[in-house]
């Protein structure tokens, strides 16, 4: 089987050798970098499966390396988890906007970083293209709608911002408009990460996976997905 290329990129030491010794196993090969320099050309040359990215680099920030790693240089597939320190709105928003793949806070919960390296490098969900988007949404469960957004959606799934916080696994109904249309639809979805929010004033953040879609309305959302603007592509 072929071992699963896991790039930790951090400038601290102490914060390397946690990582190394959680991740030390037989199926990963891990590399580190200690700049955001590093870490880009890294990614060039060794095109890592995962990078485990940390916000505070030293000369280039972590959302803006994972932005020029998605779209620059065209490594769409290739997961990234920014591992930070802070976690308020605009930290939170920065990575988002980043089109990072996971986000995970220091001091580190052993179980949950391995869950979320795991889950990434076994995912199939996020496959297909995702485009940015800024749908006003509810979220149904046991028929109680909350307020949400849709922050970027594909055939298959979306991620929301959501205004409580729920359980991965959780299965929930998404009422919104499709992208560009009057059209309503409601999807039913399972939660397959969240990032729950920190405070009274937060939001969870949701990736949620589609489930026994309508086929007519997933044609016409595949229209309008194959025909938005390559900009919006994340």
């Not at 499966?49 to 972590?62: A, K, V």
């Not at 803006?64 to 620059?72: A, E, L, S, Y």
């Not at 970083?113 to 979320?116: A, F, P, V």
């Given at each position: 089987?072929?071992?699963?290329?896991?790039?930790l990129?951090?400038?601290?030491?102490?914060f390397l050798?946690m990582?190394?010794s959680?991740?030390?196993?037989?199926?990963f090969?891990l590399?580190?970098?200690?700049?955001?320099k590093?870490?880009?050309?890294?990614?060039?040359?060794?095109?890592p499966?995962?990078?485990?990215?940390?916000?505070?680099?030293?000369?280039?920030?972590?959302d803006?390396?994972?932005?020029?790693?998605?779209?620059?240089?065209?490594f769409?597939?290739t997961?990234?988890v920014?591992?930070?320190?802070?976690?308020g709105?605009?930290?939170?928003?920065?990575?988002?906007?980043a089109?990072?793949?996971?986000?995970?806070?220091r001091?580190?919960?052993k179980e949950k970083?391995?869950?979320?390296v795991?889950?990434?490098?076994g995912e199939?969900f996020?496959q297909?293209?995702?485009?940015?988007?800024?749908?006003p949404?509810?979220?149904?469960?046991e028929?109680v709608?909350?307020?949400?957004?849709i922050?970027?959606?594909?055939e298959i799934?979306?991620?929301i911002?959501?205004?409580?916080?729920?359980?991965?696994?959780?299965?929930?109904?998404?009422?919104?408009?499709?992208p560009?249309?009057?059209?309503?639809?409601?999807w039913?979805g399972?939660?397959?990460w969240?990032?729950?929010h920190r405070?009274?004033?937060?939001?969870?953040?949701?990736?949620v996976?589609?489930?026994?879609t309508?086929g007519?309305?997933?044609?016409?959302?595949?229209?309008?997905?194959?025909?938005?603007?390559?900009?919006?592509r994340l």
């Open positions: 089987m072929e071992k699963r290329k896991i790039l990129a951090d400038n601290t030491e102490l050798e990582e190394r959680y991740l030390n196993r037989e199926n090969d590399h580190t970098a200690r700049t955001g590093e870490a880009l050309d890294k990614s060039l040359s060794w095109q499966h995962l990078i485990l990215l940390s916000f505070s680099m030293p000369d280039i920030p972590g803006v390396i994972c932005t020029t790693i998605k779209k620059d240089l065209g769409s597939n997961k990234v920014i591992v930070t320190d802070e976690y709105e605009e930290i939170l928003a920065r990575c988002i906007d089109g990072c793949d996971g986000i995970v806070t001091p580190f919960n970083l391995l869950e979320t795991q889950k990434l490098l199939t996020r297909k293209p995702r485009f940015r988007v800024h749908l949404c509810a979220v149904y469960l028929r709608g909350v307020p949400g957004t922050l970027d959606i594909s799934g979306c991620r911002t959501a205004e409580e916080s729920l359980e991965k696994g959780t299965i929930i109904g998404v009422g919104f408009n499709l560009d249309t009057e059209q309503p639809v409601n039913k399972i939660i397959r969240a990032v729950p405070g009274d004033e937060g939001h969870s953040i949701l990736g996976q589609f489930k026994d309508p007519s309305e997933l044609e016409i959302l595949q229209d309008i997905l194959a025909s938005m603007p390559t900009s919006s």
